[in-house]
């Protein structure tokens, strides 16, 4: 595989991996695009598919082969997500990966109230200890995750209470990951948190998605028991079940609140609010 190129993105079927791929490839990059699903990856310029994932350690391996550089989109929301992470991880390092850039989360720590976020944390501290140069890109919650939020009677239910969110949308997430890949080494070793330009509590996100879409959406503040209830019925394992409460929790206890100037720093442009992201006129036009 030293026949492909040395930059290399995992998750290129996904939204953050094929939108890093595709402002690369506008500068006329050349790419290796990881994909477990290789028919689902863009078609770009200069990009060679490889087929690979984390849950397989030696396919990773291989995959990797002559990468100098690998942007590792955090995985999710499957079993075993942390193993295959760490295996992927250790594969990076065995192939001679020299500088890896993980996409992580705000508030991520060993102890975080959102459970996600201790699984990116434990991701990180593998990759500080790798041996490999890195830079860790913390993303607040995607803002085009919030505007999915309200279900079919408009209703966003969470045990959110008052807290806000400093929202980022997945487009300044890739600008931001296309900026370090362009340079890395300029990166190495650095922290960035990835937010929107403001905090916005769920009543507000609600008002917002209410004005963009017509709907009467509505934010109702459940308690654990009923946030439990009300999830009951698609029959998740506990882990998942965890993950999508403590989202909430963590955004009562304020876990992603801040608002940096991360995303301006990196790409020299002022991060969009869920008002642009939804379609609504701002004061950018």
């Known amino acids: ?21 595709e402002e690369l490839a506008r500068g006329g990059a050349a790419l290796r695009l990881l994909a477990r699903t290789p028919s689902r990856a863009p ?8 087929e690979a994932s984390y849950g397989d350690r030696q396919q990773a391996r291989r995959a990797l082969d002559g990468v100098t550089t690998l942007l590792m989109i955090s995985g999710g929301e499957e079993e075993g997500w942390l193993e295959g992470q760490l295996d992927f991880v250790a594969a990076a390092a065995d192939a001679g990966v020299r500088h890896i850039v993980y996409t992580s989360s705000q508030g991520a720590a060993a102890d975080a109230e959102f459970t996600y976020a201790r699984i990116h944390f434990a991701t990180e501290e593998a990759i500080r200890a790798s041996g490999m140069a890195w830079t860790i890109l913390r993303d607040s919650l995607y803002l085009d995750f919030l505007a999915l939020l309200p279900r079919a009677d408009g209703a966003i239910l969470g045990p959110g209470g008052d807290g806000r969110i400093a929202g980022v949308a997945k487009v300044d997430v890739a600008r931001s990951l296309a900026a370090v890949l362009r340079d890395p080494a300029a990166h190495a070793g650095r922290v960035y948190e990835l937010t929107g330009p403001e905090a916005l509590s769920l009543d507000e996100v609600a008002a917002t998605l ?4 017509g709907r009467d959406i509505r934010y109702v503040d459940e308690t654990l028991e009923e946030a439990r209830a009300s999830r009951e019925p698609y029959g998740v394992p506990e882990w998942r079940m965890q993950g999508w409460i403590t989202t909430y929790t963590a955004i009562a206890r304020g876990d992603f609140a801040r608002v940096t100037g991360d995303v301006e720093l990196l790409t020299g442009r002022a991060p969009i609010g869920l008002a642009e992201l939804t379609g609504q006129p701002t004061s950018r036009g």
């Open 1 to 21: 595989m030293t026949d492909a190129p040395p930059l290399a993105i995992t998750g290129a079927t996904g939204a953050i991996g094929r939108l890093t791929a």
């Open 210 to 213: 209410s004005a963009a879409t």
């Open 43 to 50: 078609h770009l310029p200069s990009a060679v598919v490889v």
